[in-house]
């Protein structure tokens, strides 16, 4: 199956740290990606993860757990600009990126 | 600035025009996508190109008509659509379908069709 679940909305303070969750079912799981996504505009790559554990890249960070087939998205000092949707997908070997529903993230001031 | 460049970025067709979405890609990619946002919705795969060869159709209806004449360029022809059509359409490029190190999807930024 495709199903990929994450949390439809969070929200934040300025200057806290969030972390977003993802699951998948994991047959013929090749790679998991996360992508941000301002309104109206282009979903944007942020990270990838193909083995299990952190990726850390500046104030995001993406864990995988392949056997458990999860994953999160952390994000650390969070800016007020950071308020955008946050994608997860899955990459399946020869097939496609399949995307999840996506987790609003607001930050309040 | 992505690397992948759409036009038009809006379109207002009615349900009897032809109208056509335009992608090119200068990334060197061989794999090249049509999604589809709609309001509150996952993104959804439409087709798949790869070395200019469909590799992927998710049961799109008819009257999207997608053509990649190379590798680089990739268009989505409309004709009577209906206004349930009315979306975000993104194309995306990656450097192919064989594994995923590296292979991150580039979106373009998007064609906003309203269908009236």
């Known amino acids: 199956g495709q199903n990929i679940d994450q949390p439809t909305e969070m929200t934040a303070t300025e200057g806290a740290i969030v972390q977003i969750n993802c699951t998948y079912q994991?047959?013929?799981?090749?790679?998991l990606f996360w992508y941000q996504q301002h309104a109206g505009e282009a979903p944007t790559f942020l990270s990838y993860?193909?083995?299990?554990g952190l990726e850390e890249k500046g104030r995001f960070s993406s864990f995988l757990s392949r056997s458990k087939g999860y994953s999160y998205l952390l994000l650390k000092e969070l800016q007020m600009k950071d308020s955008a949707s946050y994608l997860c997908?899955?990459?399946?070997?020869?097939?496609?990126?399949?995307f999840g529903p996506g987790t609003r993230l607001s930050v309040l001031p | 600035e992505t690397g992948v460049t759409q036009t038009p970025r809006h379109l207002v067709m009615g349900m009897t025009n032809k109208k056509s979405l335009k992608c090119e890609q200068h990334?060197?990619?061989?794999?090249m996508y049509w999604y589809k946002q709609s309001a509150k919705k996952p993104l959804e795969l439409m087709f798949v190109?790869?070395?200019?060869?469909?590799?992927e159709n998710n049961s799109v209806p008819s009257r999207f008509s997608p053509e990649c004449p190379n590798s680089s360029h990739l268009f989505l022809h409309l004709h009577t659509l209906q206004p349930e059509d009315s979306a975000l359409y993104l194309c995306?490029?990656?450097?192919?379908?064989?594994?995923?190190?590296?292979?991150?999807?580039?979106f373009g930024e998007g064609s906003w069709l309203t269908v009236v």
């Open positions: 994991t047959s013929g799981f090749n790679g």
């Open positions: 993860n193909v083995l299990d």
């Open positions: 995306a490029s990656s450097q192919d379908l064989k594994g995923v190190s590296g292979n991150t999807i580039y």
């Open positions: 997908a899955r990459y399946n070997y020869g097939q496609n990126f399949v």
């Open positions: 990334l060197g990619h061989n794999a």
């Open positions: 190109y790869n070395f200019k060869e469909q590799t």
